[in-house]
């Protein structure tokens, strides 16, 4: 009902108004758009020394990707006995991306001592820019004696990087490395008494001056003869002054091509059929989990077509794209949540343990909603109205709101839905089984061995290498032929 006096400017004022409100209402419901550039704050950490020393510093230092130190909020994790919290400071840090100009970030810092030698680790820090919260990844380092103090050392043994699968009648070659020893002392182990696993033959291989120096202490080549798995049991390796365990480890077996038979003399040989690109294994090992959870009809259509492609991906031995597809479908479909119980169980048959389940962010819900709403807001505000109550006009303005307050929602929605573009790669993606390195080349140091299926976020690319960090805490460097982004 119009008030007396009111003209037409006033009515296509009060109506341009409740259309730019829908616009406004997203700021109050998704922090993403406080940023200047709507996307998330970058977050790095660094750490100096990469060995501290006992009763001397460590220092931490989170650099974020906003320009007000006021604004930026870092929370440390409870501290281990063995480090002491000596200071911290924060401040703005110019970022120079040519001689020219550059950017504004925040650096906060932390320093602390370390009060015991050997491995220290540390949980993640707590990040929170103007109600956007993240956490960094979990650090590690290891702690050495000062000068003139005898140091400790922890070793232990690891495998090498192992294949993702062998083939029947294949030999394949197996280091044994040892890991967080005396740098300056080789060891030379005495021979090799393991047993060799069933249905495969097991040889020692002479070590050589490099191998010692290295840190190699065990050469093997196995030739599996039958089955659909290999396995070598734990075994104890002696050297000089200790002995340590070796770990077991399992390898996953495909069928032995077939044999081609002779050709005659003067007979013309048939032409081979192509190979297709994946031999699935007689007996899939482990077998993928019939776990089923019937989602809302409407939604089962887009929740059997997921199951079906991962289930094809699984019989052919393809388990990082099984997950993939599993994890795509429980971030981005309506029925996703039904997904996590097989995504689950499939991890757990592959030896993932340390898993996080995907944020529910269903894409199309969220721009089914947004532009519902708006043509009801629309249809709301230029439907005629005749006969207007005062009981009626209150009834109307409740509706005018709840819609632009469910419209707000589903902008903020389709907004926290969308994938990072920011400065550094942000991406979900799984792993096949590899090693990570410190630094992009597979000569330098392994920091991380990850198994088959292993969910990761990569978080800066250089071809043929990416940066990936797990959910445990554990990151480095992977050829980027190992990622199945989803």
């Known amino acids: 009902m119009e008030k007396p006096g009111m003209g037409r400017g006033h009515r296509y004022c009060r109506t341009g108004l409740l259309v730019l409100i829908p616009l406004i209402v997203p700021l109050f419901f998704s922090p993403r758009l406080f940023g200047q550039s709507g996307e998330e704050p970058v977050v790095l950490v660094e750490s100096f020394p990469e060995r501290p020393v006992l009763d001397g510093s460590w220092r931490i230092s989170i650099l974020v990707d906003h320009p007000v130190p006021e604004d930026v909020t870092v929370i440390p994790p409870d501290l281990p006995s063995s480090l002491t919290f000596a200071q911290s400071r924060k401040e703005t840090r110019l970022i120079r991306t040519s001689p020219e100009e550059g950017t504004r970030w925040t650096l906060v810092e932390f320093l602390f001592v370390p009060q015991r030698t050997g491995t220290i680790s540390l949980g993640a820090f707590e990040v929170s820019v103007r109600?956007?919260?993240?956490?960094?990844?979990?650090?590690?380092?290891?702690?050495?004696?000062?000068?003139?103090?005898?140091?400790?050392?922890?070793?232990?043994?690891?495998?090498?990087?192992?294949p993702a699968a062998l083939t029947i009648g294949e030999d394949a070659e197996l280091i044994?490395?040892?890991?967080?020893?005396?740098?300056?002392?080789?060891?030379?182990?005495?021979?090799?008494?393991?047993?060799?696993?069933?249905?495969?033959?097991?040889?020692?291989?002479?070590?050589?001056?490099?191998?010692?120096?290295?840190?190699?202490?065990?050469?093997l080549r196995l030739i599996p003869l039958e089955g659909t798995r290999v396995s070598i049991e734990p075994f104890t390796l002696h050297f000089d002054t200790l002995t340590l365990d070796a770990p077991a480890i399992s390898i996953r077996l495909n069928p032995a091509a077939p044999r081609k038979e002779p050709v005659p003399g003067n007979a013309v040989p048939p032409v081979p059929e192509p190979l297709p690109e994946a031999v699935p294994p007689q007996k899939p090992a482990p077998a993928f989990p019939e776990i089923r959870e019937e989602p809302f009809p409407p939604f089962r259509r887009a929740y059997e077509e997921t199951l079906k492609a991962a289930r094809k991906f699984w019989s052919m031995a393809?388990?990082?794209?099984?997950?993939?597809e599993l994890r795509r479908g429980e971030r981005d479909l309506l029925g996703g949540p039904n997904l996590v119980s097989t995504r689950r169980a499939a991890e757990q048959s592959l030896g993932l343990s340390t898993t996080e389940d995907e944020k529910w962010r269903p894409r199309n819900f969220f721009l089914l909603l947004i532009i519902l709403s708006f043509c009801l807001l629309i249809l709301a505000i230029w439907l005629p109205k005749k006969s207007v109550t005062s009981l009626f006009l209150r009834g109307y303005k409740v509706v005018i709101l709840l819609l632009i307050g469910i419209l707000g929602l589903g902008i903020a929605g389709l907004a926290s839905s969308r994938g990072g573009t920011g400065k550094t790669l942000q991406e979900s993606a799984v792993l096949r089984a590899c090693a990570a390195y410190r630094v992009p080349d597979s000569q330098g140091a392994i920091s991380a061995r990850w198994l088959e299926g292993q969910p990761v976020r990569v978080r800066a690319a250089s071809k043929p290498w990416a940066y990936a960090e797990s959910a445990d805490g554990d990151a480095g460097w992977v050829r980027q032929d190992n990622l199945v982004f989803y």
Do not use: C, N
């Not at 650090?139 to 050392?153: D, F, R």
């Open 176 to 219: 044994l490395r040892i890991l967080g020893g005396d740098p300056g002392k080789a060891l030379r182990p005495a021979p090799f008494r393991g047993t060799a696993p069933a249905e495969a033959l097991l040889e020692e291989l002479p070590l050589t001056k490099e191998d010692l120096d290295q840190g190699r202490v065990l050469r």
């Open 131 to 162: 109600g956007f919260r993240t956490t960094t990844r979990k650090l590690q380092t290891y702690v050495i004696a000062q000068e003139g103090m005898k140091e400790e050392y922890h070793p232990r043994l690891a495998w090498d990087t192992l």
């Open 318 to 324: 393809l388990y990082a794209e099984a997950l993939g």
